[in-house]
């Protein structure tokens, strides 16, 4: 089927309109008209080819919500008018052991991403939600629970959400833990946000004071502004985790002396070049660790969703017409959005 969508058709050139081919539904997959997606950095660094290997046409995006238009003969979980998810994964090798625990990110064959992965359909590699529709298998469909007039800021969850909440939940955020957020975007508000929800004690670092009234609305307890040395010496050792959500390369030793011993900082943000090596004796004078982590597999995203739901937590966003997304782009590289686009698929 022929499907009206964005793609950029080189790294140098714009996101424009774009005619893409979807297959037609087999017996487990779900055909979901798309309302909203939400705009990732990833989005930004895969068209420009930041991270190298990016196959055009590129159509971007995989903050995926909507309304399931048809199903196949042997899909059992969904049905038609139902409202739905997709995150950044459409599919993986189902037999590893990460898959068989219900970590599909970690897929020992390699995850086939929303965007960008190699695939039986044409073009041969996966297209995004910057389009009317897409064709997914059941098992990579989420339910949606929350209400129609959420639908929109529940979009970023599907990337933004689940890339905070994982971490969280691997390293048992929530009641007597005092749990750090650097970088305040469309990750970091969400991670402030999901922290609180667990019951954790949230510490958010920013580059901007005039941000502080804000973050502490999103549920931070503290505030720390990290250009001042000052602030940072006083929140020293005082972290069990971190969630260091920064999308460019910086220096994270400030930060690591922030963690009491033991203490894990997360990156869960993927720099257009390496971070400059932080300094070994930070570690080893309290037996700190420097992990990562990759978004999440489908069993948490759905357990992530529900939470939401339950707790009414959504991203704070900005919704966009599909022409300004260059504009929203280069509005995003200045950090200027809170905290995250979405796109009116309607307009496309």
Known sequence: MTVKAYAAEAADKPLGPYAIERREAGPSDVVIEIAFCGVC??????????????LYPCVPGHEIVGTVSAVGSAVT?????????VGCIVDSCRTCSACGEGLEQFCASGMTGTYNSPTPDAP????????????????????????????????PLLCAGITTWSPLRHWQAGPGKRVGVVGIGGLGHMAVKLARALGAEVTAFTTNPAKEAAIRDLGA?????????????????????????????????????????NG???????PEKPHPMPTLFHFLTRRRSLAGSLIGGIAETQEMLDFCAEHGVVSDIELIRMEEIEGAYQ??????????????????
């Open 41 to 54: 950095h990833s989005d930004l660094h895969t068209v420009r080819s930041e991270w190298g290997g990016t």
């Open 77 to 85: 979980r969904f049905a038609p008018g139902d409202t739905v998810g």
């Open 124 to 155: 041969g590699h996966t297209l995004g939600g910057y389009s009317e529709r897409i064709v997914v298998d059941q098992a990579y469909v989420l339910a949606i629970r929350h209400p129609k007039e959420q639908l929109a800021a529940v979009a």
């Open 221 to 261: 307890h503290h505030v720390v502004v990290s250009t001042d040395k000052g602030a940072m010496k006083a929140a020293r050792e005082s972290l069990d985790l971190i969630i260091n959500t920064v999308s460019h390369s910086h220096d994270l030793d400030p930060y690591l002396l922030t963690l009491k011993r």
């Open 264 to 270: 894990t900082m997360v990156m869960v943000g993927g």
């Open 331 to 348: 509005r995003m590289l200045k950090s200027d959005v809170r905290y995250r686009f979405v796109i009116d698929t309607s307009t496309i």
